[in-house]
């Protein structure tokens, strides 16, 4: 991280949020005021296309809160709403043609409080639709097609729902199963299943593991899953669903 630090652009840019690979070279960085790149081959910070300049996604001051890119596009979504308005927005960049756009967050739903939308994780389903982690409606899902939204929300009175509204993160296995972490746990959904949800488990050490406050989460090259918890470090899940901390 030393070499990166030497530029006095990452301090500029203000506290980091978000950092994602592109195309294995580029480091996209969001933060607190804006978004910033690192170009690994150039050993700088740099911005990918022939005329940076003009890249509309570079004119604005964005507090972004989750990002993600797949094939070429940047999706964000940023921490603040839209002044005048009742929902967030999520944004989609086409690095390629240079197009910035943006569509409202789930607005006929009904909020319960100003941050139910805030979006903590973005990912991109095999069918392209865009699922959101929400901080208080559960996941919510953009399909572009129909320009309609999809909610799933948690339901006391139906197992097989998501534990609970507060999601933070959405990510697939090998398996293309969906892994969801809340609040209250993880859950995972393969494409033919209810949400099965796991709110401890039991280490090697034959102690019980609250699975709450999980922030991020990995799948290295064997499949297994690695996720960190808020204040308690990096965990490993195997198969056998038992944690090796």
């Known amino acids: 991280v030393s070499y990166v630090r030497k530029n006095r652009l990452l301090e500029d840019i203000g506290q980091l949020r978000v950092a994602t690979l592109y195309e294995d070279r580029w480091i996209w960085c969001t933060s607190t005021s804006g978004l910033a790149c690192f170009d690994l081959e150039k050993d700088s910070w ?71 939308d805030l979006t903590n994780s973005i990912l991109v389903q095999k069918d392209g639709d865009i699922s959101l982690a929400t901080a208080g409606l559960g996941i919510l899902t953009y399909n572009e097609s129909t320009e309609e939204w999809a909610q799933q929300i948690h339901s006391s009175n139906w197992d097989g729902t998501i534990s609970q509204g507060q999601v933070r993160i959405l990510f697939h296995d090998r398996s293309e199963n969906l892994w969801v972490g809340t609040e209250s746990g993880l859950g995972i959904k393969s494409s033919r299943s209810l949400f099965r949800n796991y709110p401890q488990v039991i280490s090697l050490e034959g102690n019980s593991v609250a699975l709450s406050g999980i922030r991020n989460a990995a799948i290295d090259n064997t499949g297994g899953l690695w996720f960190g918890k808020e204040g308690e470090g990096l965990y490993h899940l195997d198969s056998t669903k038992t944690i090796i901390g």
Do not use: C, M
Request: cysteine-free; glycine content about 8%; aromatic content about 16%.
């Open 46 to 116: 740099e911005f990918p296309g022939e005329n940076p300049t003009s890249k509309n996604v570079f004119k604005g001051k964005w507090t972004i809160h989750s990002a993600t890119f797949h094939e070429g596009t940047l999706w964000f979504s940023p921490f603040q709403g839209t002044s005048g308005s009742n929902f967030r927005y999520l944004y989609k960049y086409d690095l390629r043609s240079d197009a910035l756009d943006s569509v409202p967050i789930a607005p006929r739903l009904a909020r319960s409080e100003p941050f139910s």
